[in-house]
């Protein structure tokens, strides 16, 4: 019976520090970012998102009432499938891009870098994004038509550097 007993309370204290270990400094900045302050002026974010290999999340920090985005979930898992060809280092980077909607129709006009995140094939990607989204309007007013959307990418080393240096030989051979 005692011993049950230790093997119960056992079990609970491993439940207890499972749910309760400490995040770490990457979940506190993703965090940060998405749940972050907010300041208005001129470069507001409309949206904030974070990308990672298995994780793609939105979320929406102003005009709530006007604009959505429409739910697209199997883009979403292409856009984590093609971040995971890059995790090869751990680095995190950030940007801002504006968009320009057409006034009439609501769908995209434009997409510009306001403040890349100075990867290019990254760079390539969040516009390959938000070229696929589209948006509805509750109030049937197209409005805002001019936004900002603020983009974390976070790569994680995932392969031993040796693993790397080996497959970026073979691209500057030719071999792959």
């Known amino acids: 019976m005692m011993m049950r007993l230790c093997v119960a309370l056992m079990g609970i204290a491993l439940l207890i520090s499972c749910a309760t270990s400490p995040k770490t400094g990457l979940e506190w900045e993703n965090e ?3 749940k972050g302050p ?3 002026g001129q470069d507001k974010e409309t949206f904030r998102v974070l990308i990672m290999s298995d994780r793609y999340e939105v979320v929406q920090m102003d005009s709530r009432d006007t604009i959505e985005r429409v739910k697209d979930p199997g883009g979403d898992r292409y856009i984590c499938d093609e971040i995971k060809k890059y995790d090869k280092i ?3 980077r950030e940007g801002m891009y ?3 909607l057409f006034p009439d129709r609501g769908t995209l006009m434009k997409v510009r870098p306001a403040r890349p995140l100075n990867l290019i094939e990254l760079d390539k990607l969040v516009i390959d994004d938000l070229q696929r989204w589209t948006f509805k309007f509750p109030l049937r007013v ?3 038509t001019n936004m900002y959307i603020k983009y974390r990418i976070v790569l994680r080393e995932r392969e031993s550097q040796d693993k790397v240096l080996k497959d ?3 691209k500057m051979k030719g071999e792959e």
């Open 32 to 34: 940060r970012f998405l």
């Open 38 to 40: 907010w300041t208005q």
């Open 90 to 92: 751990d680095e995190a």
């Open 98 to 100: 504006h968009i320009s």
């Open 142 to 144: 197209i409005r805002p």
């Open 168 to 170: 970026i030989e073979k």
